[in-house]
C-alpha cells in the first residue's frame, strides 16, 4: 500500500507539499527516461512550427498532436511538452501507478484520481531555463475541479541547486491565490508578482532520480536555471477527482480537432 501515513498526510497539510525519496528503482527511471526521450525526438523531428511567446515563455502548437510545445526561446532546446499521455501509452501507465494515485487520494481529497494533465519537463545541460514562483491554480481555471487538482513530480535524473531544482515556499498554499504580475500579457500575469511576494523563504528541494514530490494547486513553487553539463529532467502527472474532463478536451476544441 502506497496511501500517506498520518505523519505524512499532517506534513502534507501543513507544508502544502510532501516529498518521497527513490519512489521508483534505476531501471524503472531509466524506462521513463527512454518512453520520454523517444516522445520528444518523435515531435521534434524536422520541426519548424510557428512559435509565440507569451509570459515568460515560448510555446508551439501542435494542433494535429494535440499538444504544446515549450521551448527555451528561439533556441532548438524543448523546455517542455503539454500534455502527453495520449502520444505515449508507456508514459500514460506509469502516470496510473498507485505509487503516484494513492498518496494523491490524500491531497485531492477524492478515492479515485485520474488524470489531468500531463507535463514532460526537461532543463537541458546548460540551457535550461528557470521557472518563475508561480501557483498552479490560476492557469487551470477552466477545469472542472481546480481546487482539488493537484501535482505529482517524479525526477528521472538528480536534482541539485545548480541544476534547477524545485523550488518551494511551504504554507504558502494556505493563503488562497497570491498577487500575480500586472505588467504582462494575459498568460504572463497568471505568474506570482516577484515584488510582492519577494519576502517569501524557498525551500530547494534536492533529491536523487526517482524520488516523487506531491502538491496541490495552491503551492508557491518556482525552478532555477539548469547551469550544469547535465540534463534535469522530470514527469509532472496532475490529478483530478473521477469523472472531471481532461485537459485534453480544452486543447482539442481550441485546435478544433477531435479525438
Same mark, same amino acid.
Given at each position: 500500500m502506497h496511501h500517506m501515513t498520518e505523519a505524512e498526510q499532517a506534513q502534507c497539510d501543513r507544508d502544502g507539499y510532501l516529498v518521497r525519496e527513490s519512489v521508483f528503482s534505476p531501471d524503472e527511471v531509466a524506462a521513463m527516461v527512454t518512453a520520454g526521450e523517444d516522445l520528444v525526438a518523435g515531435l521534434?523531428?524536422?520541426?519548424?512550427?510557428?512559435?509565440?511567446?507569451?509570459?515568460?515563455?515560448?510555446?508551439?502548437?501542435?494542433?494535429?498532436?494535440?499538444?504544446?510545445?515549450?521551448?527555451?526561446?528561439?533556441?532548438?532546446?524543448?523546455?517542455?511538452?503539454? %500534455?502527453?499521455?495520449?502520444?505515449?501509452?508507456?508514459?500514460?501507465?506509469?502516470g496510473l501507478d498507485p505509487r503516484f494515485t494513492e498518496p494523491m487520494q490524500h491531497v485531492i481529497g477524492h478515492a479515485s484520481p485520474i488524470l489531468f494533465t500531463e507535463k514532460l519537463n526537461l532543463k537541458r545541460a546548460h540551457h535550461g531555463g528557470p521557472n518563475p514562483l508561480h501557483q498552479d491554480r490560476p492557469y487551470w481555471d477552466d477545469a472542472d475541479d481546480p481546487d482539488h487538482t493537484a501535482t505529482a513530480i517524479v525526477y528521472l535524473d538528480d536534482t541539485t541547486v545548480d541544476n534547477g531544482c524545485l523550488e518551494v515556499v511551504p504554507g504558502s498554499h494556505t493563503a488562497g491565490r497570491h498577487p500575480t504580475r500586472q505588467?504582462?500579457?494575459?498568460?504572463?500575469?497568471?505568474?506570482?508578482?516577484?515584488?510582492?511576494?519577494?519576502?517569501?523563504?524557498r525551500v530547494?528541494?534536492?533529491? %536523487?532520480?526517482?524520488?516523487?514530490?506531491?502538491?496541490?494547486?495552491?503551492?508557491?513553487?518556482?525552478?532555477?536555471?539548469?547551469?550544469?553539463?547535465?540534463?534535469?529532467?522530470?514527469?509532472?502527472?496532475?490529478?483530478?477527482?473521477?469523472?472531471?474532463?481532461?485537459?485534453?478536451?480544452?486543447?482539442?476544441?481550441?485546435?478544433?480537432?477531435?479525438?
Open positions: 521534434v523531428a524536422g520541426r519548424d512550427g510557428r512559435r509565440f511567446t507569451v509570459g515568460s515563455y515560448t510555446f508551439e502548437a501542435d494542433a494535429l498532436e494535440a499538444v504544446m510545445l515549450k521551448w527555451e526561446g528561439d533556441t532548438d532546446a524543448l523546455h517542455g511538452i503539454e %500534455p502527453f499521455a495520449h502520444l505515449s501509452p508507456e508514459l500514460e501507465r506509469w505588467d504582462s500579457d494575459p498568460f504572463g500575469n497568471l505568474e506570482m508578482d516577484p515584488e510582492v511576494n519577494a519576502h517569501m523563504e530547494q528541494v534536492t533529491v %536523487p532520480a526517482g524520488s516523487v514530490v506531491f502538491f496541490g494547486a495552491y503551492l508557491a513553487h518556482a525552478t532555477g536555471p539548469n547551469t550544469t553539463d547535465r540534463d534535469r529532467r522530470a514527469l509532472l502527472y496532475s490529478y483530478q477527482p473521477e469523472g472531471c474532463a481532461h485537459s485534453i478536451e480544452g486543447l482539442r476544441k481550441l485546435f478544433g480537432t477531435k479525438a
